[in-house]
């Protein structure tokens, strides 16, 4: 069974701007998939999408299914368990004022008792390296720190698909290098939409470019970053490290 | 940075501040109820209020010109409160009765939240089973004040950086433009950390 089928999704801001003109991809169970495009190409919105966000009134009979199942407002609760959202800047996503209790968050919404949520608290630091931050203040944690705790927060409510809204942006190269090290342990199936083509390469064996809210190219990473002509396209480029790994 | 300063700079050790927060709570609020209940006639019993609260102040180890800032910034409004009983007749009394309690009243408060951090405050209102909504509320607003701080500090750098001639007119418009900004800033915001909520299961 497919983890994600998207067929046909169309969706329209209120402003008029057409955000998505007809998607329509699935993703196997364990899969890890790059989703790149220029900025304002409909990643983001695509991401909303896949537990529920948007749009804002949900149909019953939706264009996303997860795991089979149409994202519908009947079965919304059961889908956002399911679909981890991470989101773009961490400062949205911690709203809590300890890191404890933003990770909790999650579980106690699953309707969990009290020692369940403290033992996925303890689990999910534990996860993403950060052991003992629990009482720290979401506000003054270093940006790596915040998109760990960011990562926690979702890895509480135990999902089997995590999406991912450019992980890496605004961290230094040790702190990229570690949260790509973190992602590629996670089992889940992930979506990771990034500029970070070399997070692409490194950790998504299959990648879905989008323009205006259209899918332009679906499919291996190395194949689709060596086109040249198809990522200069589309405001992307040959990333560096495709030299390395294969000077033709 | 400022708004991370300011926020770190938090109530610094002291007994009081080691005091159960549950406890300076009903303190302060004994304090002001018994203040402003207070009859004119018995009104030298605010003398010996006025005495504790300087000696928690000298326990808490809260500088007194800290404190006394603090305090000036009240002023005015206590002012706005008092002033006009001076236009009655043999007003100054009054006045002067009314300034006394209402700065003792203030006092009180600044002295709590002097040596009691708001997350501690917070707990204290759940464990009082405040209504859910009005905590939480606190709660975001204390997680996103510094937040926003932070970023009209930005905001107003880049503006800066970008000012040759500054007139005050100039900076009055700069204001508006700012305090505008930061609205929609704000409101989107609030938009994107619910979306954040409902994406972990909020209801």
């Not at chain 2, 970008?162 to 007119?169: Q, V």
């Amino acid at each position: 069974m497919n983890a994600i089928e998207i067929s046909n999704l169309k969706y329209r801001y209120h402003d008029g701007t057409e955000a998505l003109r007809g998607v329509s991809f699935r993703v196997l169970p364990g899969e890890c998939i790059a989703l790149l495009g220029p900025n304002g190409s409909g990643k983001s919105t695509l991401l909303l999408h896949l537990n529920g966000i948007l749009p804002e009134k949900l149909p019953a009979d939706g264009a996303v299914k997860v795991y089979g199942d149409v994202v519908s407002p009947a079965n919304i609760e059961n889908i956002r368990c399911q679909v981890g959202l991470v989101f773009q800047d961490p400062d949205d996503q911690l709203f809590c004022p300890t890191v404890a209790e933003d990770v909790a968050f999650g579980p106690q919404q699953l309707g969990l008792k009290e020692a369940d949520v403290s033992e996925r608290v303890k689990k999910s630091l534990a996860q993403v390296g950060l052991e003992g931050f629990g009482h720290r203040s979401t506000h003054h944690l270093s940006h790596g720190e915040k998109r760990r705790a960011c990562l926690a927060g979702v890895m509480a409510c135990d999902p089997k698909i995590l999406v991912l809204d450019e992980p890496t942006s605004d961290l230094d190269p040790r702190g990229r290098r570690e949260f790509k090290a973190l992602l590629r342990l996670l089992p889940a199936t992930k979506i990771i939409a990034t500029h970070d083509l070399e997070l692409a390469v490194e950790l998504c064996a299959r990648t879905i470019i989008l323009d205006h809210g259209q899918i332009i190219a679906d499919g291996r990473t190395v194949e689709l970053l060596s086109d040249e002509k198809l990522m200069l396209a589309h405001g992307l480029e040959r990333p560096h490290i495709l030299h390395h790994l294969h000077p033709h | 940075m400022s708004a991370h300063h300011w926020h770190e700079s938090g109530p610094a050790d002291s007994p009081v501040r080691r005091l159960p927060p549950g406890l300076k709570l009903l303190v302060a609020l004994g304090v002001i109820l018994l203040l402003v209940s207070l009859p004119r006639s018995l009104f030298w019993l605010s003398a010996i209020v006025a005495a504790f609260l300087l000696l928690v102040a000298g326990l808490g180890r809260i500088p007194f010109s800290a404190l006394f800032k603090r305090m000036l910034m009240l002023e005015p409004l206590v002012l706005g409160v008092t002033i006009l009983t001076l236009l009655q007749p043999d007003g100054w009394r009054t006045f002067l009765f009314l300034f006394i309690r209402t700065n003792l009243c203030l006092l009180a408060s600044v002295l709590l939240a002097g040596t009691t951090t708001f997350t501690e405050m917070l707990a204290v209102l759940k464990w009082l089973h405040m209504p859910w909504l009005f905590v939480t509320t606190l709660t975001l607003m204390h997680r996103y004040l510094f937040v926003l701080a932070d970023e009209s500090e930005r905001m107003r750098r880049a503006r800066a950086s970008r000012t040759l001639t500054p007139g005050r007119r100039f900076q009055w418009q700069m204001l508006s433009s700012v305090v505008g900004q930061m609205f929609v800033r704000a409101s989107e915001r609030a938009e994107r950390i619910y979306h954040a909520m409902c994406a972990r299961g909020w209801k």
